[in-house]
């Protein structure tokens, strides 16, 4: 029997830490969000500063400069040597790695988009979910999400940059830890910038590229492989997976593509990878797999609530559910690779 008069003594070993760290989480998440948007890592990487350096080159006012800084130091985003007016800031070895925009590592596009974007919206998640309709631009214009972000040229090089920034290292991963030795070609649908198949060209040099995607992705998918001097190396397709046939080849890719669509769409789409394949050719999907039992993959779960957010049907999905559609679609065998934190390689063999 617990003892009521003493509420302490049914609590030993148990606080609120977890709670009040989850639950202010989006304070944190803000003050990094806020560095990458003014550049802040960027300007670090060039050497260290002083705050006064820092807010006269970013237009910080004083009042919370310090506050701000040190935050970024206590989450460990940044160095210090000295304190206050006598400190110098520079950036942490990872912050210096990937959110300097100068590096080809760069993965700031993601978090400048979530500043952007996901960040705002996200305040409506419990609209989200007592409607099950979209709390993005949609809500305004009608359109989907896709029409949306395609609209206009800032808004399409901001989502493709933020694509290539979130799944790079995936990309990088799959690249080299895929057993391409038995293939001779890829087509990555819904390729975007065209980096998923520019990582396997230069990684698998006997392997023939295809980058498939919209009309409107075609001029940035090439101007990021001029820039990688893969011109020659990756080939460049326009069309619409739904309403193309998808090209012939030995494997088949999608990075973060299944889980922008509902459960038919998704089907349609793994079928239709079938369809294109030869004997023995494979279908990856490359996306924050959900666990079976659906207790480990937090980041999954958290992208599928943003699907909730961000379109009107998509969701994530467990390997349960992936293995059950691709047998379905008459795929023999089914395994899933890990490649980097929460993303897997879910691939299906024909």
Same mark, same amino acid.
């Given at each position: 029997?617990?003892?009521?008069?003493?509420?302490?003594?049914?609590?030993?070993?148990?606080?609120?830490?977890? =709670? $009040?760290?989850?639950?202010?989480?989006? $304070?944190?998440?803000?003050?990094?969000?806020?560095?990458?948007?003014?550049?802040?890592?960027?300007?670090?990487?060039? &050497?260290? @500063?002083?705050?006064?350096?820092?807010?006269?080159?970013?237009?910080?006012?004083?009042? &919370? @400069?310090?506050?701000?800084?040190?935050?970024?130091?206590?989450?460990?985003?940044?160095?210090?040597?000295?304190?206050?007016?006598?400190?110098?800031?520079?950036?942490?070895?990872?912050?210096?790695?990937? @959110? !300097?925009?100068?590096?080809?590592?760069?993965?700031?596009?993601?978090?400048?988009?979530?500043?952007?974007? @996901?960040?705002?919206?996200?305040?409506?998640?419990?609209?989200?979910?007592? #409607?099950?309709?979209?709390?993005?631009? =949609?809500?305004?214009?009608?359109?989907?999400?896709?029409?949306?972000?395609?609209?206009?040229?800032?808004?399409?090089?901001?989502? %493709?940059?933020?694509?290539?920034?979130?799944?790079?290292?995936?990309?990088?991963?799959?690249?080299?830890?895929?057993?391409?030795?038995?293939?001779?070609?890829?087509?990555?649908?819904?390729?975007? &910038?065209?980096?998923?198949?520019?990582?396997?060209?230069?990684?698998?040099?006997?392997?023939?590229? #295809?980058?498939?995607?919209?009309?409107? *992705?075609?001029?940035?998918?090439?101007?990021?492989?001029?820039?990688?001097?893969?011109? !020659?190396? *990756?080939?460049?397709?326009?069309?619409?997976?739904?309403?193309?046939?998808?090209?012939?080849?030995?494997?088949?890719?999608? &990075?973060?593509?299944?889980? !922008?669509?509902? %459960?038919?769409?998704?089907?349609?789409? =793994?079928?239709?990878?079938?369809?294109?394949?030869?004997?023995?050719?494979?279908?990856?999907?490359?996306?924050?797999?959900?666990?079976?039992?659906?207790?480990?993959?937090?980041?999954?779960?958290?992208?599928?609530?943003?699907?909730?957010?961000?379109?009107? !049907?998509?969701?994530?999905?467990?390997?349960?559910?992936?293995?059950?559609?691709?047998?379905?679609?008459?795929?023999?065998?089914?395994?899933? $690779?890990?490649?980097?934190?929460?993303?897997?390689?879910? *691939?299906? *063999?024909?």
């Amino acid at each position: 029997m617990s003892d009521q008069s003493n509420p302490s003594a049914s609590l030993a070993g148990i606080n609120p830490s977890r =709670i $009040m760290q989850v639950g202010t989480a989006f $304070m944190a998440s803000k003050t990094m969000l806020t560095a990458v948007n003014i550049g802040l890592f960027t300007q670090l990487a060039q &050497g260290p @500063l002083s705050g006064k350096e820092i807010a006269s080159r970013s237009g910080l006012h004083q009042r &919370g @400069l310090y506050d701000f800084l040190d935050t970024l130091v206590s989450l460990g985003f940044l160095k210090r040597d000295g304190i206050l007016d006598n400190a110098k800031y520079s950036n942490a070895p990872d912050t210096d790695m990937f @959110l !300097d925009n100068n590096k080809r590592t760069y993965i700031g596009g993601i978090l400048e988009m979530i500043d952007h974007r @996901l960040y705002g919206f996200w305040g409506n998640l419990e609209e989200g979910l007592k #409607t099950g309709q979209p709390q993005n631009e =949609i809500k305004e214009t009608g359109a989907n999400a896709f029409e949306a972000l395609y609209s206009n040229e800032a808004g399409l090089q901001e989502f %493709l940059s933020a694509m290539a920034g979130i799944q790079m290292g995936n990309f990088m991963a799959f690249a080299k830890g895929f057993d391409f030795s038995k293939y001779n070609s890829l087509c990555d649908m819904g390729g975007a &910038g065209g980096f998923l198949a520019a990582q396997v060209a230069m990684n698998n040099p006997g392997i023939s590229c #295809t980058s498939f995607d919209l009309p409107q *992705v075609e001029k940035v998918a090439k101007g990021n492989l001029a820039a990688m001097g893969l011109s !020659d190396k *990756v080939k460049v397709v326009n069309g619409n997976f739904f309403e193309n046939e998808f090209p012939r080849a030995d494997v088949i890719t999608m &990075g973060n593509i299944l889980h !922008d669509w509902g %459960l038919e769409e998704k089907k349609t789409l =793994i079928k239709k990878a079938f369809q294109a394949l030869p004997a023995g050719g494979s279908f990856v999907a490359i996306e924050n797999v959900i666990d079976r039992d659906r207790r480990v993959n937090t980041f999954g779960m958290l992208m599928s609530l943003n699907m909730l957010i961000e379109t009107a !049907d998509g969701f994530d999905y467990t390997e349960t559910e992936f293995e059950s559609w691709a047998k379905e679609a008459g795929f023999r065998e089914v395994r899933f $690779m890990p490649l980097t934190g929460p993303t897997s390689a879910a *691939v299906a *063999v024909k």
